[in-house]
């Protein structure tokens, strides 16, 4: 856990301005939407096990485990919850734009939105899909810059008119890797400019010729508590295994489906 978050506190820091170099709009839009694509997975099914560290300060960690499974040509998505005990059985179902959360003990399905938080955690439900940044959003600004070790481009996106109810932040600001425009980090905006989160991905894991995210780390900037004088914000912590592009049965993206594991 401690190379995770040293990786991300090495992902917080880029060169001065003076080293950035602005692309040109026409390539900015291009590396965008590669950026796009190396966020889904089309043309196939994924399957991959989650286990996602929850960090309160001054409270200590809190485990969840799930596996996850998605259709991004169909934007169909299933999570099963495999831990801890208390959340087995429980899931999350979406299909037709809608998104639903399964709870056994009540046997009830009840709608929840992307924005919303995935199990108390950090991390919101929106995270863990392909993301449309070229859609949603206009650019502001495109440049070449440094973000750590890495060669970046680090793009400012501002959402557009026709998308202000898609997307969860208004203003966001993404690092993409220059020669493969894979995402390494980002920071999630208010409308006023404040900064809510701060996201990294550290590492990524090749299988079958796609790049997937092994680790990630989440950390939300409006919850926080300050222990020995410093503040310490809640962070959640996100691996990524056992990943698999194999097809999967129709079955698998239906409420049916959720009922039937949780028996």
């Not at 820091?13 to 170099?21: I, L, N, S």
């Not at 300050?226 to 698998?252: M, R």
């Not at 993206?253 to 959720?258: E, F, G, R, T, V």
């Amino acid at each position: 856990m401690k190379k995770i978050i040293f990786a991300f506190i090495g992902l917080l820091a880029f060169a001065a301005p003076f080293f950035a170099q602005s692309v040109p709009m026409d390539q900015a839009k291009e590396i965008l939407k590669k950026i796009d694509q190396n966020t889904g997975y089309f043309g196939t099914d994924f399957t991959g096990e989650y286990v996602l560290v929850q960090e309160t300060p001054g409270q200590g960690n809190s485990i969840t485990s799930a596996i996850m499974y998605r259709r991004d040509s169909k934007a169909m998505c299933t999570i099963r919850i495999t831990g801890p005990e208390s959340d087995k059985g429980k899931g999350y179902v979406q299909f037709d734009k809608n998104i639903w959360f399964y709870d056994p003990s009540n046997k009830q399905f009840t709608f929840t939105a992307p924005k919303d938080k995935f199990q108390n955690t950090n991390v919101n439900n929106s995270d863990l899909r392909p993301q449309h940044y070229s859609d949603f959003y206009d650019i502001e600004s495109a440049e070449y810059v440094v973000l750590g070790k890495l060669d970046c481009v680090c793009f400012t996106l501002t959402v557009n008119k026709k998308s202000a109810n898609d997307v969860d932040y208004p203003k966001i600001k993404i690092w993409a890797t220059k020669d493969d425009c894979l995402t390494r980090k980002r920071e999630d905006y208010s409308l006023s400019g404040q900064l809510l989160r701060v996201s990294a991905i550290p590492s990524y894991q090749k299988v079958d010729g796609r790049s997937v995210p092994s680790k990630m780390v989440i950390q939300d900037r409006l919850r926080g508590q300050k222990i020995n004088g410093k503040v310490k914000y809640e962070s959640t912590q996100i691996t990524v295994s056992n990943v698999s592009f194999q097809k999967l049965g129709d079955v698998v993206y239906s409420k049916q489906y959720l009922e039937n594991m949780s028996l």
